[in-house]
């Protein structure tokens, strides 16, 4: 092996066939040095399997003889838990194989390794089961009736949080610098900028998020990434590449203001402002004015995809949709978003 892209030391759980349902990996690595890839090289067959107590040792003891000290005294901790211990080793950058691989890359993200779509994460659905996350952790869907009926013989009824083929980011990954008023809106492979503060109706699913800082009141879609310092008022929407998008890539510049309820179908450029209520498509027809408030002429507002400092609004009296230069863009208050 020449070069390794991501590895990770894990712990997971397993189903009653021995499938993988989850992994967590607390230290998940980008890359590896020349001595620790010639190590990982001579246990890629192993990668992605479960290590039984024996094999987990004789890793364990492979990594202190490389000097790697850390990495044994973590995997000698995952094999000491309840969970199943796992080596996870991606030599490339392709997309997910299997349920570790693809928990690797999620978790890549939202401990900002890497920033949205900057891994490839190509067939993650066919990767994941839907899984319930309950008070017990992940259980299969298929044994949930049996579990249940033993939770409650045991006086401890099983909660059931959500049935989803994702979890949520907090379970695995708390990242520094952060304010989540609702944990369960935020995905595994979310990525959050420190500095950001994501308010109960705010909502970032994975394979997206912000730079930071950033004030979230509304929704990331998936691939959407924010620019620092842009604030996404209450309800608000953003078209990812699973909900409407397309092949286009929707992004928000840095200090934007999407105002309260708005939407946006268009990659949004640098200090623009799309005003409360305003739904921006890429077919939206747009006047544009200049700066005595007379039409020039009008476009969609495709045509208009990152172009900086814009204002969008709708004009009360006809109804159309008005675009002119924007001269007050957003500035976040610094001590809000300061969560040391």
């Not at 040095?33 to 364990?60: C, H, M, N, R």
């Not at 990812?240 to 268009?266: F, M, P, W």
């Not at 799309?274 to 200049?290: N, P, S, W």
Request: hydrophobic content about 40%; proline content about 4%; charged content about 20%.
């Amino acid at each position: 092996m020449t070069e390794i892209y991501a590895w990770g030391l894990g712990s997971g759980t397993l189903n009653n066939k021995g499938e993988w349902l989850e992994i967590w990996y607390p230290q998940p690595h980008l890359g590896a040095d020349t001595t620790l890839t010639e190590l990982l090289g001579q246990w890629v067959d192993k990668s992605a399997t479960p290590l039984d107590s024996s094999t987990a040792k004789e890793l364990s003891q492979a990594f202190n003889t490389a000097g790697f000290s850390a990495e044994a005294d973590l995997l000698t901790q995952l094999a000491k838990g309840k969970g199943s211990p796992v080596i996870c080793i991606l030599p490339k950058d392709e997309g997910p194989q299997n349920v570790p691989s693809a928990y690797l890359k999620l978790q890549l993200l939202s401990n900002r390794l890497v920033k949205p779509h900057g891994t490839n994460l190509n067939g993650i659905f066919a990767c994941l089961p839907n899984v319930a996350w309950t008070s017990e952790g992940a259980i299969d869907i298929n044994e949930l009736e049996q579990r249940s009926i033993v939770a409650r013989a045991e006086g401890k009824p099983l909660v059931v949080n959500s049935v989803d083929k994702f979890p949520r980011m907090t379970d695995y990954v708390v990242p520094a610098g952060v304010r989540i008023a609702d944990a369960s809106r935020i995905r595994l492979g979310a990525y959050l900028g420190e500095g950001t503060t994501v308010m109960h109706e705010g909502f970032v699913n994975f394979n997206a998020g912000c730079e930071g800082p950033n004030m979230i009141e509304g929704r990331i879609s998936a691939g959407v990434f924010v620019g620092a310092g842009s604030d996404l008022g209450g309800g608000c929407s953003t078209l990812g590449t699973l909900s409407g998008g397309g092949n286009i890539v929707i992004s928000v510049g840095k200090e934007c203001l999407i105002g309260a309820n708005a939407g946006l179908g268009i990659p949004l450029g640098d200090k623009c402002t799309i005003e409360a209520g305003l739904f921006l498509t890429a077919g939206t027809k747009v006047q544009l004015l200049d700066d005595q408030g007379q039409q020039v002429r009008v476009v969609k507002a495709a045509e208009l995809s990152g172009e900086p400092e814009l204002l969008f609004r709708r004009n009360s009296q006809t109804g159309s949709v008005e675009c002119l230069s924007n001269r007050s863009a957003i500035e976040l208050n610094a001590s809000l978003h300061a969560h040391n």
